[in-house]
């Protein structure tokens, strides 16, 4: 049997073919990870967060969608660049991201999902960087013997990112594994290992079907998912 991997669905204002607002999931991000033998659970946002829904569950995918709000992780104050920012999802993202920590259970945060783990566990974010890292394609140095750089195998890899915001205080209970040349954390994971977890800045979701090192973190997901 494929392990379930639960996927927090977006809040969407319409969708094609619908009448009414939707919920949903970049199709990259599902095509990845049933490419990687795993099948997609699409999670319903609703809160109060229900730990009981991950019962069934193998792993948890984090994927990126639109800004944290500020207070999530202790500022004062919101830059006028945030958008998207959602209470409800914010608040189920926070609490699945906490569960998926606190049980084990094996984790890849994407984008806006390492930001939400990152603030989970005590980190900050800049809340709007410039330049920005929108449409952009670079590549960034692991470093050697961490989970990620066993993960793809490789010290070096070229990542697609898309972001305005990034990591400022890195989560104590985290380590940096990936850094672009203006410093931004692009990957990071548990500084103890207690669990399988990667997290990227980066969206592994636009490449992985032509590129094989962008594959292999979904196929490390499930393959943990299947372990445990």
Known sequence: ?????????????????????????????????????????????????????????????????????????????????????????????????????????????????????NAVLGGTLHQHMEPDHRHRVHSVPVRPGTLLAKTLDAEETVVSCYHHQSIAALAPALAPTARAADGTVEAAELADARAWFLGVQWHPEDTAATDRDQQALFTALVQASARR
């Open 1 to 117: 049997m494929r392990p379930l991997i639960a996927l927090p669905a977006r809040f969407s204002a319409s969708a094609s073919a619908l009448r009414h607002r939707a919920e949903v999931a970049s199709r990259a991000l599902v095509e990845a990870v049933h490419r990687a033998g795993g099948e997609p659970f699409l999670m319903h946002p609703a809160s109060p967060f229900d730990p009981s829904r991950l019962e069934r569950c193998d792993g948890v995918l984090l994927p990126g969608g639109g800004d944290l709000h500020p207070r999530r992780y202790g500022a004062a104050s919101a830059h006028e660049a945030l958008y998207d920012v959602d209470d409800e999802q914010d608040a189920f993202d926070l609490a699945l991201a906490a569960h998926a920590l606190d049980a084990g259970l094996p984790t890849l945060a994407v984008c806006r999902g390492l930001q939400v783990v």
